[in-house]
């Protein structure tokens, strides 16, 4: 079985700080995907990483696969509010099925 | 274009009692999914569907049914609910399957009594 472990699972910040969340595996995958889910909605897809060392950026978030394809990092610069959601992680099982992590929950204080 | 639709948003059973859930997306995709979503636990898939007509069981089947007579739409049935069966119920699509993005609905919260 291909777990995904997100660490840490809570994270409350004051605005403009930055942070970095973890999302670590003992298992290769092909590729990983970052989503965001705000209170009451479904998660959306922030980002796909597909090769080992990949950095991609999105504004003021940056994600990081890792070289040897088991864990990725998603930094934030400069917090804002609007960035406070679950955060997760996912990549394809065995099945071809995603494999979700537990999530990082933000919270962005004003 | 409405993405993934889900109803409904909120409902209480009582144990023992049925329900079904519909997912309907206007996206064309072949690939749909349900999960349940725990807290702490991420997103778990119960069943998914890789076009009109075929079901398939996921990681947590028991105590679900599916159906997907239009590819438009993909049902979850609770035949009879137990309190472990209390979560938030996510429907998905996507167009292929592997590296591409799901596309989600906004949930039902189920309570079970």
């Known amino acids: 079985t291909q777990l995904l472990e997100q660490s840490p699972q809570f994270l409350s910040i004051q605005e403009g700080e930055n942070l970095t969340v973890y999302c670590n595996s003992s298992s290769v995958f092909s590729s990983l995907q970052w989503y965001r889910q705000e209170p009451g909605e479904g998660p959306v897809l922030l980002v796909t990483v597909v090769t080992g060392g990949e950095v991609k950026k999105l504004k003021r978030l940056t994600f990081q696969f890792g070289d040897a394809r088991k864990d990725s990092s998603l930094h934030i610069t400069a917090a804002q509010p609007g960035d406070t959601g679950l955060y997760l992680c996912?990549?394809?099982?065995?099945?071809?099925?995603?494999?979700f992590g537990g999530g990082t929950r933000l919270m962005v204080k004003p | 274009n409405a993405g993934v639709t889900q109803t409904p948003k909120f409902r209480v059973l009582k144990t023992g009692q049925s329900m079904t859930l519909l997912c309907a997306q206007d996206m064309n995709h072949e690939y749909m999914y349900w999960y349940r979503q725990d807290p702490g636990m991420g997103l778990r898939l119960i069943h998914y569907s890789v076009g009109e007509g075929t079901t398939a069981k996921g990681e947590v089947p028991d105590g679900y049914n599916v159906s997907r007579l239009k590819k438009q739409n993909f049902l979850l049935g609770l035949e009879s609910a137990a309190p472990s069966q209390t979560s938030v119920y996510f429907c998905?699509?996507?167009?292929?399957?592997?590296?591409?993005?799901?596309?989600f609905g906004p949930g039902t919260r189920l309570t079970v009594t």
């Open positions: 996912a990549g394809p099982n065995a099945g071809n099925m995603l494999t």
């Open positions: 998905a699509s996507s167009y292929l399957v592997h590296g591409y993005e799901q596309y």
